[in-house]
């Protein structure tokens, strides 16, 4: 079965400097990757998906991630952080289609604080 | 409009009561799932369904039934609440056919407590 390790449950950072948040998975073969944000009182949002392909994978809000298949990990990067990206941030696996893909595995999720 | 919802958005309801949160859709998915989140688990699946005549467990579908009215509903049924089904639940639903990720939309979520 898959599974996925969101290693921090916290990250503080200020305004304007970079974000990198951590995703690993555990899981045979590529699986499809996903990046989820959910906002105070929201449902979640789709940030970017990878499932083949070029493995930089660009998302909206100014995010991206890579998925390093040696490193087992889709990582979640933005260059420069606005205070509204304050938020929970799920990193989320399925099998590849035909293997049961209807399955989301989530990560425990990272809370995003945003300082001036 | 919404393409997801939910109703009720907030349920208190005390132990061993029957309750029953609602899911709706206009995305014309076939696909549909009810999660439940809590702090520091992350969601976890707890039924989903391909169409109208197929239910399927989840991970942590015990003391959980659901009811799949039309392609559009997906209900998630609590026959008698107990405390620690307190949780925020999310439907969402996909399309596999459309989308060869299977991207999951979700809806707003429904917080229950049970007193």
């Known amino acids: 079965a898959q599974s996925v390790t969101q290693p921090d449950i916290h990250i503080t950072v200020s305004e304007g400097a970079s974000l990198e948040l951590r995703c690993n998975y555990s899981?045979?073969?590529?699986?499809?990757l996903f990046w989820y944000v959910q906002s105070p009182g929201q449902g979640l949002q789709l940030l970017l998906k990878?499932?083949?392909?070029?493995?930089l994978v660009q998302g909206i809000k100014g995010f991206e991630a890579e998925f390093k298949r040696s490193q087992s990990s889709f990582n979640l990067r933005k260059p420069s952080v606005h205070w509204s990206d304050a938020a929970e941030y799920f990193c989320?696996?399925?099998?590849?289609?035909?293997?049961?893909?209807?399955?989301?595995?989530f990560g425990t999720g990272t809370r995003l604080t945003i300082i001036p | 409009d919404a393409d997801v919802t939910q109703t009720p958005r907030n349920r208190i309801t005390k132990t061993g009561k029957r309750i029953m949160l609602e899911c709706s859709q206009t995305k014309g998915h076939d696909r549909m799932y009810w999660y439940r989140q809590d702090p520091g688990l992350g969601l976890r699946l707890i039924y989903y369904s391909f169409d109208v005549k197929d239910i399927n467990k989840g991970e942590i579908s015990d003391g959980y039934s659901v009811s799949r009215q039309a392609q559009a509903k997906f209900s998630l049924s609590l026959e008698s609440a107990i405390p620690n089904q307190t949780a925020l639940y999310f439907c969402?639903?996909?399309?596999?056919?459309?989308?060869?990720?299977?991207?999951?939309?979700f809806g707003p979520g429904t917080r229950l407590t049970v007193t």
């Open positions: 989320a696996v399925a099998k590849p289609r035909g293997f049961g893909n209807e399955k989301l595995t």
């Open positions: 990878y499932f083949s392909g070029d493995t």
């Open positions: 899981y045979g073969a590529t699986p499809y």
């Open positions: 969402a639903t996909s399309d596999p056919l459309r989308d060869r990720a299977n991207e999951q939309y």
